[in-house]
């Protein structure tokens, strides 16, 4: 046993080395076993993983919607609980200070502790969080309970898209992030649709319409954990819905450029040499200006609309158009960006286009309702969409097991987080009337940030693929992905 436990940490430090010594080009031709693995393991994964994302993402986001609700009446989460608006930007807040903090450890525990445990416990815990949320009464209660729920919520996003690493090559993670990703626009969709139906229990059974909604959208969570348990694959290496010449297959498909779950959890000496590879930090420069247009469409879309002249249950019910429409660009773009193998221009094209929307949005006259509803949609859709393929950029273009999860963690952590917390700040409740110039200027400036950065980090690869092809002396070689 000895002996066969040190030939697989011999096996794991070789690929390890390989890819990152002699870079094999992994594309190429699809066999039709290999096609037929790969929609059998999409019917198991995707659908699930996008689902836990939604149930995330909805009890992340409805605090926004919990604001409004039922606010002329004086019903609203605000008034019974006595905060200003200052203090719901540091409850909003403060769960982000948390995300940034547990993203990294949450990620190492992941592949510790396997990743259908660990998500099972995560969303099982955020979950009874958000059902506590329907019984907070001060500013105090909130706050504490929002920086609970951050620590919890932090590791999943991160550790979705590691997890998939284990199951997917480079050039088919773009699409497959997009929908887990996609299933946060359905969730405000959706999440606008739902607090409109809850809207009208105010008072049932003596509780407000807000508390209805952290309790009742709480509960799917909790429930679920227990089917991610045990219906969430772990590693191909040990699938037992496959067959072994599936599992053969899967392991061998992904041999140069996944992520194995037989390898070594993380040693300082991997921690330090993603700290130290610069071009990743261009990463996560362009995913902190993405994270701003996201956290704050996600948490202030809601206020967006009711400035446009929607009001109550009507302002709740009119943010489900961006959402929607942002669903379906994002899976478009996604696909695009893997087939064309072109991430960093689909990201900056469609981070261009968001920063349009944003831009016509802050120079428009206040009252110009429509057309500023208009620009919201644009808005979101390219703010949504640039994301999975920069996710899937990234991911793609490191080489081992424990510095794909670090580098993940730290773009969502580092990059991610502070964007998020900016993003809570600039939609000032001051300037409803006049149409949050300050919101959308910022998230302009940003995005079109992120258009340059993406163009900056494609002629990069392009410089060191170039590099690559002059010193391989005719070999075969993997190139970074665009």
């Given amino acids: 046993m000895a ?3 040190s030939m697989v940490d011999m096996e794991s430090g070789k690929e390890e080395l390989s890819a990152n010594v002699v870079q094999y080009e992994s594309s190429g031709p699809i066999t039709e076993a290999e096609k037929a693995l790969r929609w059998k393991q999409d019917k198991r994964i995707v659908p699930l993983s996008a689902g836990i994302y939604f149930l995330c993402y909805l009890d992340r986001s409805n605090i926004g919607n919990a604001k409004i609700m039922n606010s002329t009446t004086g019903d609203d989460l605000m008034t019974e609980t006595g905060m200003s608006n200052f203090q719901y930007t540091i409850a909003l ?4 200070v948390a995300y940034g903090l547990f993203e990294v450890p949450s990620n ?12 099972a416990f995560l969303m099982f815990s955020w979950g009874a969080l958000t059902m506590g949320l329907g019984g907070v009464n001060s500013y105090a209660s909130v706050t504490v309970v929002r920086f609970l729920l951050g620590v919890f919520e932090a590791g999943l996003f991160p550790g979705l898209v590691y ?42 059974g003596g509780l407000s319409a807000w508390r209805w909604l952290f309790i009742i959208e709480g509960v799917p969570s909790c429930l679920s954990a227990f089917l991610v348990w045990f219906l969430l694959p772990d590693y191909p290496e040990n699938a037992k819905w496959l067959t072994t010449q599936e599992r053969d297959l899967a392991v061998q498909r992904l041999h140069i450029e996944g992520s194995k779950g037989h390898h070594k959890a993380m040693t300082w000496e991997d921690a330090k040499e993603t700290l130290v590879d610069w071009r990743l930090w261009g990463h996560y420069v362009v995913y902190f200006g993405i994270s701003t247009p996201f956290s704050s469409l996600s948490l202030f879309t809601p206020s967006i609309t009711a400035g446009l002249g929607y009001h109550d249950l009507q302002a709740q019910l009119m943010t489900v158009p961006p959402y929607a429409v942002a669903y379906v660009v994002s899976i478009l773009t996604s696909w695009s960006a893997d087939h064309f193998n072109a991430r960093g221009l689909h990201s900056a094209a469609l981070a261009t286009i968001g920063a349009i929307g944003f831009l016509a949005s802050a120079v428009l006259p206040a009252d110009a309702y429509l057309s500023r509803y208009g620009c919201l949609i644009v808005a979101a859709s390219g703010a949504f969409a640039c994301i999975p393929p920069l996710l899937g950029w990234l991911s793609s273009n490191i080489f081992s097991t424990a510095s794909v999860g670090l580098a993940i963690a730290l773009n969502i952590g580092l990059g991610g987080a502070p964007g998020q917390i900016v993003g809570v700040w600039i939609y000032k409740a001051n ?18 940030m992120v258009g340059v950065g993406c163009v900056m980090l494609r002629l990069y690869y392009a410089r ?4 690559i092809l002059r010193s391989s002396n005719g070999e075969e070689v993997r190139l970074f992905k665009y």
């Fill in 93 to 96: 807040m403060i769960f982000l």
């Fill in 431 to 448: 300037e409803a009337k006049a149409g949050y110039p300050t919101g959308h200027w910022t998230n302009a400036a940003l995005l079109f």
């Fill in 464 to 467: 060191r693929n170039r590099n």
């Fill in 108 to 119: 190492i525990l992941l592949k510790k502790l396997r990743p259908s445990r660990w998500i």
């Fill in 3 to 5: 002996d066969q436990k």
């Fill in 163 to 204: 997890y998939l690493t284990f199951w997917y090559k480079t050039e088919e993670r773009s699409i497959r992030v997009a929908f887990i990703l996609a299933s946060a626009t359905l969730a405000g969709a959706f999440g606008g649709a739902i607090a409109y139906g809850i809207g009208h229990m105010n008072k049932a």
